[in-house]
């Protein structure tokens, strides 16, 4: 089993829509998650970081977490065709920093 | 800051060459990371230092990989002999350290190995 998982995609969202990333994970202790955002040929950079359940926003960003059910998403308001980009669920498993990728979801936006 | 600063950006090499990798994280990070990026496998965390210290290199696939990290101001990963299957893009991070704190990555090595 995949430390961390994601729908690999495409997912495919009008201009103006909601886009939903969804993500889980398999260790029970891990304490922090971070949504980073790659465009294409390009290094991943942090877009959001949550550590507690129930939801987080930042602009047209939230991310939501769930212990749980081991689950985290991130939801796009009002999607714009530069958010065009794959997106990358990561995980401190490790308790040191160990930080673990998904493979990434790739979101179109389409004008 | 300049950020995290990696060298060459782009690799080709013949199978069984040695490769090495240069990264200079940004200053007062005292974590750096190893990562390599491919298609089938995503983002795989090969080695990380904490001050310095190689904390964890489970990732390390073979000991073909090595890792340094000298000083605070530069890190090597080195690869020999290389062989076709470690083409792959090769991503330098580094943070404060601190559990929340976010990665900044360098800008990555695109290796080919033919």
């Known amino acids: 089993q995949k430390e961390v998982e994601q729908n690999s995609g495409p997912l495919s969202v009008p201009e103006g829509a909601i886009a939903s990333l969804n993500c889980t994970y398999s260790d029970r202790g891990s304490q922090s998650f971070f949504w980073y955002r790659q465009y294409s040929g390009k290094s991943p950079e942090l877009i959001m970081f949550i550590y507690s359940n129930g939801d987080k926003e930042d602009g047209r960003f939230t991310a939501q977490l769930n212990k749980a059910s081991q689950y985290v998403s991130l939801l796009i308001r009002d999607s714009q065709p530069s958010d065009s980009a794959t997106y990358l669920c990561?995980?401190?498993?490790?308790?040191?920093?160990?930080?673990?990728f998904g493979t990434g979801t790739k979101l179109q936006v389409i004008p | 800051d300049a950020g995290v600063i990696q060298s060459p950006r782009h690799e080709v090499t013949e199978m069984g060459q040695e490769v090495t990798l240069r990264c200079k994280p940004i200053s007062g990070h005292n974590s750096l990371f190893w990562y390599r990026q491919t298609m089938m496998r995503g983002l795989e965390l090969l080695i990380y230092?904490?001050?310095?210290?190689?904390?964890?290199d489970s990732g390390m696939p073979e000991d073909r990989f090595s890792a340094k990290m000298p000083n605070a101001s530069f890190s090597t990963l080195k690869i020999q002999p290389s062989e076709p299957r470690d083409s792959a893009v090769y991503f330098c991070a580094s943070n404060e350290g601190r559990v929340e704190s976010p990665l900044h990555f360098g800008n990555g090595t695109r290796l080919t190995v033919t």
């Open positions: 230092f904490n001050n310095n210290v190689p904390i964890d």
């Open positions: 990561a995980v401190d498993s490790g308790g040191y920093q160990k930080v673990t």
